[in-house]
């Protein structure tokens, strides 16, 4: 559909892939072929900016483009994908948790059992003087879809507050938690002043596309390179897509059976 541009959302990329992150870790090597496939397809990665300025019909934008994104800003991502996507001068926006930045992932200890670095400030102004972009992926990580709104306006306009002094500029756009949110939520993140916000709904983001909820296209571990241009056009992989189509099938095979059984009585 015209006007659709896919929100990529990548997590840790890493030649290393610990067994419970698996499934949220690329490695160099799939990374890299991924943006390969970008670059000859001819998509040209955007930033967030761009597009509100597209729809709010202040600019143009390129015929391909792609916004690529990062949650939670591991440490691994600045020595594995940025060099990467360095090469092919693309840029991306990387979502920090500030009030861990420089320490570790500990929200994911309980669950998994294991936390992960994070990039420190120094690594973030550095990857924005190199042209990518940071925004708020909260203070500390929870789902703000679970907090009363004081907790929800604390975690909100601290991770702001904070990221702007860090980073010297103003920062506009989150990345909700775990793609936690709630009507509650959004309206404090208007209230905070952002003016964008990607959540982890599977879709493209297109003119209709809430700009405080915006669709975004997963990448997984698993994925194979055929997986990743699979999800580039459908959002689904190969596996996911035959399913559906198989699913489409049979119900279509379904409906034509009841109504010829109908015709017939
Ligand atoms: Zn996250």
């Not at 670095?117 to 003087?129: G, H, I, K, S, Y």
């Not at 909260?138 to 990221?163: G, K």
């Not at 509650?184 to 700009?211: L, N, W």
Request: aromatic share 10%; proline share 6%; with cysteine.
């Amino acid at each position: 559909m015209r006007g659709s541009i896919p929100i990529l959302m990548y997590h840790q990329v890493s030649p290393k892939p610990l067994p419970a992150l698996q499934t949220y870790t690329v490695t160099p090597k799939a990374f890299a072929a991924q943006m390969a496939w970008l670059a000859l397809s001819g998509y040209v990665p955007i930033t967030l900016d761009n597009l509100l300025e597209y729809r709010n019909g202040r600019a143009p934008l390129p015929s391909r483009p792609i916004i690529i994104t990062f949650d939670d800003g591991f440490q691994d991502i600045v020595e594995y994908a940025v060099p990467i996507l360095q090469a092919r001068r693309f840029t991306a926006v990387f979502y920090l948790v500030a009030g861990l930045v420089g320490k570790s992932s500990r929200w994911i200890l309980p669950e998994l059992g294991i936390e992960c670095p994070l990039m420190d400030w120094n690594a973030a102004r550095q990857l924005e003087r190199g042209g990518f972009h940071c925004g708020s992926h909260t203070m500390s990580h929870p789902r703000l879809a679970t907090l009363d709104s004081a907790a929800c306006l604390q975690e909100l306009l601290q991770s702001r507050r904070l990221l702007e002094d860090c980073l010297g500029h103003e920062v506009r756009h989150l990345a909700y938690p775990f793609g936690s949110f709630s009507d509650r939520a959004r309206a404090i993140v208007i209230e905070t002043g952002y003016r964008s916000a990607c959540s982890t709904q599977k879709g493209f983001s297109g003119p209709d596309d809430d700009r405080l909820a915006l669709h975004r296209i997963p990448v997984k571990g698993q994925d194979s390179l055929l997986d990743f241009i699979c999800r580039l056009h459908t959002t689904r992989t190969v596996k996911e897509l035959l399913r559906s189509k198989a699913q489409h099938s049979r119900q279509w095979l379904w409906r034509k059976k009841r109504t010829t059984n109908d015709y017939s009585v």
